[in-house]
T-cell receptor, first 117, second 112 residues
Framework: SAVISQKPSRDICQRGTSLTIQCQVD?????MFWYRQQPGQSLTLIAT?????????ESGFVIDKFPISRPNLTFSTLTVSNMSPEDSSIYLC??????????????FGPGTRLTVT | EDKVVQSPLSLVVHEGDTVTLNCSYE??????LLWYKQEKKAPTFLFML????IEKKSGRLSSILDKKELFSILNITATQTGDSAIYLC????????????FGPGTRLSVLP
């Protein structure tokens, strides 16, 4: 598998501000994803972070609200912009297509718990 | 619309019991089905299933997929309190690149 870290692990932010979440992997990975898990809900895929090109967003998520960077194969950031209380969630990055493992075996970072007041 | 359904949504058992968690799906371009265990924040990978009828096993956990009936089960035998968690089922779709749809999860509580 891979060792994945996220920063910050949690934050409390005021509405209208933005927060950037970092995801660092200990090895080069081709596939990296960002998920949101709202309170009491399951995981919802926000976007696939593509190295060297724009992220691929799922229906209901847009780049202006959730800009994503992927400057190399070990690092990505997700920004939650102009936050409102509805953005309070756990945000998770994940990786897949690791060498020697099944294509779809995903491994998740520890998550960032965001509370917007 | 593609969807993944899990049942039951919540389950309370006592240590030593055996439990069966269910996952059914309706998705286009199915590629694989995955099970995860989520205790705090990060889900941890349990199984990936791609072929019908082949059981995957890891210790007290096992899982099998039926691609004709579009469902999978996750069995846990001799449950322990450490098995208490949310168990998530997800389906990988063969669209552009990779794409995953998660079910709502089953919250399992194992009482001593």
């Amino acid at each position: 598998s891979a060792v994945i870290s996220q920063k910050p692990s949690r934050d409390i932010c005021q509405r209208g501000t933005s927060l950037t979440i970092q995801c660092q992997v200990d090895s080069q990975v081709t596939m990296m994803f960002w998920y949101r898990q709202q309170p009491g809900q399951s995981l919802t895929l926000i976007a696939t972070a593509n190295q060297g090109s724009e992220a691929t967003y799922e229906s209901g998520f847009v780049i202006d609200k959730f800009p994503i960077s992927r400057p190399n194969l070990t690092f990505s950031t997700l920004t939650v912009s102009n936050m409102s209380p509805e953005d309070s969630s756990i945000y998770l990055c994940s990786v897949a297509n690791l060498p020697g493992l099944g294509l779809d075996e995903q491994y998740f970072g520890p998550g960032t718990r965001l509370t917007v007041t | 619309e593609d969807k993944v359904v899990q049942s039951p949504l919540s389950l309370v058992v006592h240590e030593g019991d055996t439990v069966t968690l269910n996952c059914s799906y309706e998705v286009t371009n199915f590629r694989s089905l995955l099970w995860y265990k989520q205790e705090k924040k990060a889900p941890t990978f349990l199984f990936m299933l791609t072929s019908s009828g082949i059981e995957k096993k890891s210790g007290r956990l096992s899982s099998i997929l039926d691609k004709k009936e579009l469902f999978s089960i996750l069995n846990i035998t001799a449950t322990q309190t450490g098995d208490s968690a949310i168990y998530l089922c997800a389906v990988a779709r063969d669209n552009y690149g990779q794409n995953f749809v998660f079910g709502p999860g089953t919250r399992l509580s194992v009482l001593p």
